[in-house]
């Protein structure tokens, strides 16, 4: 099964509004990634968060780790419709290595 | 300039027929990785490779194979034994391991007709 599960599987904001999606995981890990992807296109890597770490900031984009509840937000802020792509997040588990686990994804819509 | 590159785009395969995705990535990665995705999907695991002449196997290696003759080499060959072959393909690299994030290609779509 997967290691991490994204909450809500879709998004439709107004532009200007802020996005928030979350995601679960199962064991322990090394590291959080979050990864954008536009339709039929690869993976974008967004912000890499380590396990010690409880909050990272990238422009418009912040991400929390709470490890105690195995779980991690990303927060857009101020969406554009330009921001309307799929959002996965990834786990690196301590047990592996580089071998990243991903979600099923959630689809935001920015709607302009 | 530096990247991953993924050919073809598009690919279709007869009932059968074994056809071979390429990716190549001038990062200086030692790992490379292989992904499916299907519509809606997340990202599964095919085969992984954390240095030249060694890989192993992924969540569903079943139906695929690799080869890692070349660091910035890492070819996947869907074989007939695959039977529901048509999907997403993502190759990916990453350098350090756990310590850093993943580069990916564009992709490959593989449909069989």
């Known amino acids: 099964s997967q290691q991490g599960e994204e909450d809500p599987q879709a998004l439709s904001i107004q532009e200007g509004e802020n996005a928030t999606m979350n995601c679960s995981y199962k064991t322990s890990i090394n590291n959080l990634q979050w990864y954008r992807q536009n339709s039929g296109r690869g993976l974008v890597h967004l912000i890499l968060?380590?396990?010690?770490?409880r909050e990272k900031h990238s422009g418009r984009l912040r991400v929390t780790l709470d490890t105690s509840k195995k779980s991690s937000s990303l927060l857009i802020t101020a969406s554009r419709a330009a921001d309307t792509a799929s959002y996965f997040c990834?786990?690196?588990?301590?047990?592996?290595?580089?071998?990243?686990?991903f979600g099923d994804g959630t689809t935001l819509t920015v709607k302009p | 300039d530096g990247g991953i590159t993924q050919s073809p785009k598009y690919l279709f395969r007869k009932e059968g027929q074994n056809v071979t995705l390429s990716c190549e990535q001038n990062?200086?990665?030692?790992?490379m990785y292989w992904y499916r995705q299907d519509p809606g999907q997340g990202l599964r695991l095919i085969y992984y490779s954390q240095i030249v002449n060694d890989f192993q196997k992924g969540d569903i290696a079943e139906g695929y194979s690799v080869s890692r003759e070349k660091k910035e080499s890492f070819p996947l060959t869907v074989t007939s034994a695959q039977k529901n072959p048509t999907a997403f393909y993502l190759c990916a690299s990453r350098g350090e391991g756990r310590k850093t994030e993943a580069f990916f290609g564009q992709g490959t779509r593989l449909t069989v007709v």
């Open positions: 990062l200086n990665h030692d790992a």
């Open positions: 968060i380590r396990s010690n770490e």
């Open positions: 990834a786990t690196d588990a301590n047990t592996n290595a580089g071998k990243s686990t």
